[in-house]
């Protein structure tokens, strides 16, 4: 997200915006044109909308898998990508454990979406994220947003909070004590969510190591959670997001997940919107210039 103005961030939201309200059919550069997806985590949301959004746009899409590949013969990710380039892919897709793996890859010439990057960055999520917001309140400026969690952990809490913070956000943190980050201003969970205008809740990241001894799921959602109790403190107007998976009775009431003040299936449905957008800049195609 750092290496996106401001000026920029917002045309794509724009762009995101153009996919939502026109029907018409996108015969754009991108058409027929080979994408690939090289997803070396697991991944639902991501990947999947990914793919939705390129086969809407028209593309021929290609799922990389890793375990079926020569990954698994010692293949460096920088031959991978070389390989995809070389045999006529225009775009690809990358997720991977390493954290800037994309810093391996500057010699590549086609473009390289990053779809996360070990708890580095996760720029199209943060992308869905400030699009659902900005369709919500039309505005960043003073708006106030809580990040709940896993804090440490989360390339989600990094993206959104350079991101947020250049277009006029106050953003705050609150979680246990173990998952701070250093020049990260945190807040009480109470205190927060009668603060935000935005809630948005983390999930705890155990595959990159996140564990707290000894306590329960329950315990987790009483002292770090939104739970109804909190629920009942936010302000009428405030929205709840999450950028899933969802731990149901975790970090969030199961309850809440499907709520009134909840964007969280929102969001998902924002992601493709977004990430038709980003595509179709990748491709060098956009309304908006800078």
């Known amino acids: 997200m750092q290496d996106l103005s401001t000026q920029e961030i917002m045309n794509i939201l724009h762009e995101a915006r153009i996919f939502n309200i026109s029907q018409q059919d996108w015969h754009l550069p991108m058409h027929n044109a080979l994408v690939a997806n090289l997803f070396f985590e697991p991944s639902t ?3 999947y909308s990914f793919e939705s959004a390129e086969y809407q746009l028209g593309c021929q899409v290609a799922d990389f898998n890793s375990a079926s590949s020569s990954v698994t ?12 380039e070389a045999i006529g892919y225009k775009v690809l897709v990358v997720r991977h454990p390493q954290d800037e793996y994309f810093k391996e890859l500057e010699e590549i010439k086609i473009p390289i979406l990053n779809a996360g990057d070990g708890k580095g960055n996760h720029p199209t999520q ?3 994220d400030l699009y659902t917001i900005y ?20 390339r989600v809490a990094a993206s959104n909070k350079d991101a947020l913070e250049r277009l006029g956000a106050n953003v705050l943190f609150s979680g246990p004590k173990e998952w701070e980050r250093e020049g990260y201003p945190t807040i009480s969970m109470d205190e927060g969510v009668q603060w935000a205008d935005v809630v948005m809740m983390l999930r705890i990241q155990k595959e990159r190591g996140a564990s707290l001894e000894g306590m329960s799921d329950e315990d987790y959602l009483d002292l770090y959670g939104l739970n109804l109790r909190r629920y009942k403190m936010m302000k009428p107007q405030a929205i709840i997001m999450h950028p899933a998976p969802v731990n149901r009775g975790v970090e969030i009431d199961d309850s809440l997940v499907e709520c009134p003040q909840s964007r969280i299936f929102k969001q998902m449905e924002n992601g493709v919107l977004v990430r038709k957008a980003v595509i179709k800049r990748a491709f060098g195609y956009s309304y908006f210039k800078d």
């Open 45 to 47: 949301r991501t990947h």
């Open 73 to 84: 013969k010692g293949e460096s990710l920088y031959d991978t990508v070389k390989t995809f």
């Open 126 to 128: 943060c992308l869905l």
């Open 135 to 154: 369709d919500e309140f039309n505005t960043f400026e003073n708006l106030n947003v809580l990040i709940c969690g896993d804090i440490a952990h989360s």
